[in-house]
């Protein structure tokens, strides 16, 4: 099986064996300034690439899961929406398929990399689970009682909750999103405002925090803080178990997850408290969940088990 997983800035692709141990891997870099029609053709090439890697193995693919960001109906196999990408209601698995000549199955790159935490990772056996990714966006995924929660493709958009009244202007339309505040984008594009200094990205942000820069410690502190906003009213409404929290941002690691921990521990009052954990997979969960999601459409269950937390 192939797996496929789309972000903003990077794809990162696998060959599975059924135990979901990685036979090869590939990445690329997501054109998504060229427009939506070059991510789309990057998007095959990639397939096809992944394809010819499996052949030169002497394997056969028999399926490929390609999960992507933004709005997906996974029961239409359609990209219905994307702010970073940019795409409308385009039907990508069709696309895919004619122009790889491969079976694909597309999904949501979040609610993959949440399943595949709760199979492979941080939380396996929590049946109710909130998984983050925080990266060029920022997106949740819902596990409630063991399943996914998809709503036609808009569940999990925390992104776009608003936690600054009057805010920044959001790619989204809106204004004050959570994107605007704690994506690895805006960190780094707010410490550069605030400096006049132009940072490599947020990684940079957290190791110029690290070392005690005031402004890094004051952009840090409002993304911390926006998380912690938004996850007290995903904790109110929905009360998950375990907070994983994966992406770009969440290797920080304590770093982030203190900060965010102790907001969210003063925010709420009676609501059950969710545990916090970093996400154990890395940027590898989107890539295993549409491994998972390629072996399930095929009609067999991934062997697991047999891997523990291994990743690609």
């Known amino acids: 099986m192939l797996g496929l997983d789309v972000g903003g800035t990077g794809m990162k692709g696998a060959i599975f064996d059924h135990g979901m ?27 096809l690439t992944l394809n010819r890697m499996a052949g030169r193995r002497g394997l056969s693919v028999h399926h490929a899961g390609v999960v ?13 929406w994307s702010a970073n990408i940019g795409w409308r209601d385009l039907p990508l698995a069709a696309l895919l398929e004619a122009r790889t000549g491969l079976r694909v199955t597309l999904g949501h790159d979040v609610r993959a990399g949440g399943v595949a935490e709760c199979a492979l990772g941080a939380a396996r056996a929590t049946p109710n689970v909130l998984f983050v990714a925080i ?35 959001c790619a989204c339309g809106n204004s004050g999103c ?9 960190v780094a594009a707010s410490y550069t405002v605030r400096t006049g200094r132009a940072v490599t990205g947020a990684a940079e942000v957290a190791a110029l925090t690290a070392q005690g820069d005031p402004v890094a410690r004051a952009v840090w ?14 904790t109110a409404l929905l009360a998950p178990e375990l907070i994983v929290l994966g992406g770009g941002l969440a290797e920080a690691d304590r ?36 491994g998972l999601a390629a072996w399930q459409a095929a009609g067999h269950v991934a062997a697991t088990r047999r891997t523990g937390a291994s990743t690609p």
């Open 21 to 47: 141990r990685p036979l090869d891997t590939l990445r690329r870099d997501t054109p998504r300034a060229d427009g939506p029609p070059a991510v789309l053709a990057a998007i095959a090439d990639t397939l």
């Open 68 to 80: 992507v960001p933004g709005i997906v109906d996974d029961d239409r196999q359609r990209a219905v």
């Open 135 to 169: 990266g060029t966006g920022i997106a949740a995924a819902l596990v409630c009682d063991g399943k996914a929660i998809r709503s036609g493709g808009y569940a999990g958009e925390l992104g776009h909750v608003v936690v600054e009244s009057g805010g920044a202007p």
């Open 178 to 186: 959570l994107e605007t505040v704690a994506s690895a984008p805006a």
């Open 221 to 234: 502190k409002r993304a911390a803080d926006g998380l912690a906003d938004a996850l007290t009213i995903a």
């Open 255 to 290: 770093l982030l997850l203190d900060p965010v921990r102790t907001g969210l521990e003063e925010r709420l009052t009676f609501q059950r408290r969710p545990a916090l954990v970093r996400a154990r997979l890395g940027d590898q969960a989107g890539c295993l969940g549409a």
